[in-house]
């Protein structure tokens, strides 16, 4: 069994190496398409990476209701980000090896700092569940999966 005191040098390594990767500049996307002029304000905005949406079926579809609630507002319909708003999660930026399962819960209980992308801070998710985000979490990575990311 390893003492106390190593688990607390283990998370302050991890936050120490988290902040670090945090001042890098954003990553390479591909550019987004002009929303449009204010007549079209109401339209769907246009997502910064194409993203394919696989049939996941119903063991995705709790996740998939979740993110669409709680998440594509700033993430996009298909949480391939939006211009302005929110960066895509269907990206090699969010892969586990990068950007574990346990950043997604984090990020929705307490915000997140803005690092990877100049959107600004993403503010906690209000009247989130953690089921809801596992769920969410569970979906995503079926979509990245179906997009190469994992």
């Known amino acids: 069994m390893k003492p106390a005191y190593f688990y607390g040098g283990a998370a302050l390594a991890g936050v120490a190496v988290a902040a670090w990767i945090g001042f890098g500049q954003a990553p390479d996307v591909a550019p987004p398409n002009p929303v ?21 079926g119903s063991d995705y579809a709790v996740g998939a209701r979740a993110f669409t609630a709680k998440c594509a507002a700033c993430h996009g319909p298909s949480a391939g980000g939006i211009e ?29 700092r803005a690092h990877h992308w100049t959107f600004g801070n993403m503010p ?27």
């Open 36 to 56: 449009g002029d204010a007549a079209q304000s109401d339209a769907v905005p246009t997502e910064m990476v194409q993203v394919n949406l696989p049939n996941l």
């Open 84 to 112: 302005g708003a929110g960066p895509p999660l269907i990206h090699k930026i969010y892969e586990p090896s990068h950007h574990g399962d346990a950043a997604f819960f984090r990020a929705a209980e307490v915000g997140v």
């Open 124 to 150: 906690p998710v209000e009247g989130i569940t953690r089921a809801e985000v596992a769920e969410i979490v569970k979906y995503l990575r079926a979509v990245q999966r179906a997009n190469g990311i994992l």
